[in-house]
T-cell receptor, first 111, second 113 residues
Framework: KNQVEQSPQSLIILEGKNCTLQ??????????LRWYKQDTGRGPVSLTI?????NTKSNGRYTATLDADTKQSSLHITASQLSDSASYIC??????????FGKGNQVVVIP | DADVTQTPRNRITKTGKRIMLECSQT?????MYWYRQDPGLGLRLIYY???????NKGEISDGYSVSRQAQAKFSLSLESAIPNQTALYFC????????????FGSGTRLTVV
């Protein structure tokens, strides 16, 4: 069973619309959770990092939330742009510097 | 210049050949990692190194070896490449401590024919 589950696997949205990506994890003890954006053919780039005590964090049009009690996180994209087309990867740090990666949410923004 | 540089960016090699992928970083981070990414499988850890004298196997180390030549350099070798090693390979670095974020290289696309 995957330790980090992301949903939906892929989605297509119209430019200007909002969308929300989900990440559920099972690993413990929790250290932090990061969302990365990966453009096609490029390496992942960090968007946000959240620790246990943080519920929400924004980076421009990206807003991440974390519920450490239910082990759920979301990434909300506001007013999507064509450049938001990418894979968004949820990464959970736990235990002794261990990482668990989700498989990513593939987002396609169409004009 | 990129913080984490991988060479080559693309490589096609034949089955049975030895190939080395190189990674260098200017972040000054002590930790370096090699991942492979396959469609539908996400990123999987091959090897990692917490300092020059430290090498650790990840979840899929079979068929691979690494060398940490210096704090800034971490190379991945395929001693005898096979087709199922065709994938996108990423090098990453991080600072020690749980708060350190990862910096990824741009990736090496390896095709074994």
């Amino acid at each position: 069973k995957n330790q980090v589950e992301q949903s939906p696997q892929s989605l297509i949205i119209l430019e200007g619309k909002n969308c929300t990506l989900q990440c559920n994890y099972t690993v413990s003890p929790f250290s932090n959770l990061r969302w990365y954006k990966q453009d096609t053919g490029r390496g992942p780039v960090s968007l946000t990092i959240m620790t246990f005590s943080e519920n929400t964090k924004s980076n421009g049009r990206y807003t991440a939330t974390l519920d450490a009690d239910t082990k759920q996180s979301s990434l909300h994209i506001t007013a999507s742009q064509l450049s938001d087309s990418a894979s968004y990867i949820c990464v959970v740090s736990y235990g002794n510097n261990r990482l668990a990666f989700g498989k990513g949410n593939q987002v396609v923004v169409i004009p | 210049d990129a913080d984490v540089t991988q060479t080559p960016r693309n490589r096609i090699t034949k089955t049975g050949k030895r190939i080395m992928l190189e990674c260098s970083q200017t972040k000054g981070h002590d930790r370096m990692y090699w991942y492979r990414q396959d469609p539908g499988l996400g990123l999987r850890l091959i090897y990692y190194s917490f300092d020059v004298k430290d090498i650790n196997k990840g979840e899929i180390s079979d068929g691979y070896s690494v060398s940490r030549q210096a704090q800034a350099k971490f190379s991945l070798s395929l001693e005898s490449a096979i087709p199922n090693q065709t994938a996108l390979y990423f090098c990453a670095t991080s600072d020690s401590g749980t708060g350190g974020g990862y910096t990824f290289g741009s990736g090496t696309r390896l095709t074994v024919v």
